[in-house]
């Protein structure tokens, strides 16, 4: 399997360039997943609906299935911090390619999505782990670099260089978890 993140700060387009990404690498009939990073107490199921009651009954843990997907809802019984590998380990292993959304600070190769207009600082010359900039505007960076620097705007260019780069994007378990 191969992990990609795709950090940046809220209002960059993160999600705009993972969904156009995912739709190019499933065009190439590859198989793919996504860990994205929520705030907070957040809801995927409807209250008053089963799952949602089971959750407000006590279910530590409520597995949904049909025949075309499947969903797991944990709660946690006091705040835990969840490293996004142990997000990753929960992923299905017949995968080709994660899409990580968010987790901006972690040790996983990434793609720094910027966008100069709106003013917020950039993170990848402080980040090794940041292989390649994603911007609307080379020209407006804060700082050079000798990283590639991606066309925001061209989804097929950016799903390409991470096919041409795909073995920088393997992912090593036993790298990260004991």
């Known amino acids: 399997m191969r992990v990609v993140g795709l950090a940046g700060r809220s209002g ?3 999600t705009t360039v993972a969904e ?27 209250p008053g609906k089963d799952t949602w009651r089971h959750r407000q009954a ?7 299935a049909s025949d075309q997907r499947l969903a797991l809802l944990r709660e946690f019984e006091r705040t835990a911090s969840l490293s996004v590998h142990h997000l990753i380990a929960e992923l299905y292993e017949g995968v080709d390619w994660v899409i990580v959304e968010g987790f901006k600070d972690s040790d996983l190769p990434k793609i720094e999505v910027i966008r100069p207009s709106t003013g917020q600082p950039a993170q990848y010359d402080e980040d090794p782990f940041v292989l390649a900039v994603a911007t609307d505007d080379a020209a407006a960076l804060p700082w050079p670099t ?5 066309n925001l705007n061209d989804p097929e260019g ?9 073995d920088r994007f393997d992912y090593l378990p036993e790298r990260y978890l004991p």
């Open 12 to 14: 960059a387009g993160k």
């Open 20 to 46: 156009a990404v995912i739709a190019r690498l499933r065009q190439r009939g590859l198989r793919v997943s996504v860990v994205k990073h929520a705030h907070h107490e957040f809801e995927i199921d409807t």
């Open 58 to 64: 006590g279910a530590f843990e409520v597995v949904i």
């Open 146 to 150: 000798d990283r590639p620097v991606l």
């Open 158 to 166: 950016l799903t390409a260089w991470l096919i041409d780069n795909q």
